[in-house]
């Protein structure tokens, strides 16, 4: 599902980054561990094909996104692939403040060139159970449920690849291990694979005491130099 051999990013004006191989199965968490500013944010791009990497290669949910990849080079079949495939979790969730619930799921929707369909839009709400929350803006949501908002506009297109960066960051125990619990299931329902970047010890701590049934891969970013 997700694939790579020998990948590297160099920045125009920055640092050259090398990445460990990964193979991770369909249904599958990897989790992107490494210090701030090891790499894990520009992995999580070049997966989304937002970035082309330098050298290597990158397959994800059977596109070539690598160097000497030919595949979607294209920006907007490149676009398409990326609306249809990956479902991201930002750090900071990008909630549009001035929509409501609903609405910054329609907008997803939008964005990926579909017609706005709001029975996907309530099945997702419903699916994190933030239903009631639709005329909401976001202001007037806790981040427990800001979270869920946002999670549930990753999974609206149903992606084969959830990619959440720092999903516990500036959480107390209590609620990472909720967000953690809400990502893992999340991902088995739809049965996409997932991927996590984060320098939290606590989310490989959660992987190991709840673990997923097809696997988990741990990387460690930031130990290997160009
Ligand atoms: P992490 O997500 O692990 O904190 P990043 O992927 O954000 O790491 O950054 C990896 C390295 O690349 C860091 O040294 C960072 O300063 C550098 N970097 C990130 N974005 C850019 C950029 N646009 N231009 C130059 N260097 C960058
Ligand atoms: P920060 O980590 O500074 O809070 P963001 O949370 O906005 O920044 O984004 C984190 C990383 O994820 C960025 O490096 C960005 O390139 C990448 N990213 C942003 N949007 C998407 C997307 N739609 N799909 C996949 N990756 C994305």
Same mark, same amino acid.
């Given at each position: 599902m997700i694939r790579t051999r020998q990948l590297a990013y160099r920045y125009p004006k920055g640092p050259a980054l090398a990445f460990p191989d990964v193979d991770v199965p369909q249904g599958g968490v990897l989790l992107l561990a490494g210090? =701030? %500013? =090891? %790499?894990k944010s520009t992995w999580l791009a070049l997966a989304a094909g937002l970035v082309g990497a330098t050298a290597g290669q990158i397959d994800v949910a059977g596109q070539s996104l690598g160097a000497d990849g030919t595949a979607l080079k294209q920006g907007a079949a490149l676009d398409a692939w990326r609306a249809r495939t990956i479902g991201f979790l930002p750090?900071? &969730?990008? *909630? =549009?403040?001035? &929509?409501?619930v609903h609405d910054n799921l329609a907008m997803a929707q939008w964005a990926a060139g579909q017609a706005q369909n709001d029975k996907l839009i309530t099945e997702a709400l419903e699916a994190l159970g933030v239903q009631d929350l639709a005329l909401r803006k976001p202001a007037q949501l806790s981040g427990g449920q800001a979270q869920r908002v946002a999670l549930a506009r990753a999974v609206l297109l149903q992606p084969q690849v959830i990619l959440a960066d720092?999903?516990?960051? =500036? *959480?107390d125990d209590e609620a990472a291990a909720a967000s953690l619990a809400l990502l893992q299931s999340t991902a088995r329902w739809e049965g996409a694979t997932l991927v996590i970047a984060t320098h939290d010890a606590r989310v490989a701590r959660f992987f190991a005491e709840n673990p997923s049934k097809k696997g988990l891969l741990r990387i460690v970013l930031g130990r290997k130099k160009l």
């Open positions: 210090p =701030s %500013g =090891s %790499g750090q900071r &969730l990008h *909630l =549009s403040t001035a &929509l409501t720092e999903p516990t960051a =500036s *959480l």
